[in-house]
């Protein structure tokens, strides 16, 4: 089955605390990036990636790294957590072509205490 | 850049009444995709119908329709025989054609179906 598989999907921490949320996809597909939801805000783009070992910013990338060492994964790290990234993340990829399609994870709520 | 507006935090409909959720957004480009999402409780992400800007017709998924003004930059979700289901958060968004990578969206628009 083609899916985009987050972990974990919720996960309580505290502030300082360095953490990684793994997404990895079976589809082969080029395109990978993470967006953060939040109430009021939609859905804002963190970082995304168009093929191994290349990544850059999206609209919200403080506080957060990522890697494509692997086509199928791309994990998000927050090496030092704050409260203000309490939030629910999602993982999405595309064919990375003019296909006109993303595929979501389950997403993964993330609490910073 | 591209934005996408959703001007209803939340609305409500009578089971089996139809309900619009209304969307505008802002591009300068010609080429590019508008979808609808809807979120339920148990968060995850449904494409509920996709609409190419080059194409003139509506697109319809049974239940689904859209309403898509190029010119105006508008794009409503009307839900017909709404279904206590249908209950969810519903956001509309924006790739542009060029790009599968990047798609924006608007706030959202919370919707209840009552019984």
């Known amino acids: 089955e083609a899916q985009v598989t987050q972990n974990p999907r919720y996960l309580i921490t505290v502030t300082g605390k360095k953490l990684t949320v793994t997404c990895s996809q079976n589809?082969?597909?080029?395109?990978m990036s993470w967006y953060r939801q939040d109430p009021g805000l939609g859905l804002r783009q963190i970082y995304y990636?168009?093929?191994?070992?290349?990544?850059d910013k999206g609209d919200v990338p403080e506080g957060y790294k990522v890697s494509r060492k692997e086509k199928r994964n791309f994990p998000l790290i927050l090496e030092s957590p704050s409260p203000n990234q309490t939030s629910l993340y999602f993982c999405?990829?595309?064919?990375?072509?003019?296909?006109?399609?993303?595929?979501f994870g389950e997403g993964s709520r993330l609490t910073v205490l | 850049a591209q934005t996408v507006t959703q001007s209803q935090p939340e609305m409500s409909v009578q089971e089996a009444e139809t309900v619009t959720l209304s969307c505008t957004y802002d591009t300068s480009e010609s080429n590019y995709y508008l979808f609808w999402y809807k979120q339920p409780p148990s968060r995850q992400m449904i494409l509920v119908i996709r609409?190419?800007?080059?194409?003139?017709q509506n697109a319809t998924e049974n239940r689904f329709s859209v309403n898509f003004q190029k010119a105006a930059k508008s794009f409503s979700l009307k839900i017909s025989d709404s279904q206590l289901g249908d209950t969810a958060m519903y956001f509309c968004?924006?790739?542009?054609?060029?790009?599968?990578?990047?798609?924006?969206f608007g706030a959202g628009t919370r919707l209840t179906v009552k019984p």
């Open positions: 999405a990829s595309s064919l990375g072509v003019q296909t006109g399609e993303l595929f």
């Open positions: 609409q190419e800007a080059y194409k003139q």
């Open positions: 968004a924006f790739m542009t054609w060029y790009n599968n990578n990047d798609m924006r």
């Open positions: 589809m082969n597909h080029e395109y």
């Open positions: 990636s168009m093929n191994v070992e290349v990544t």
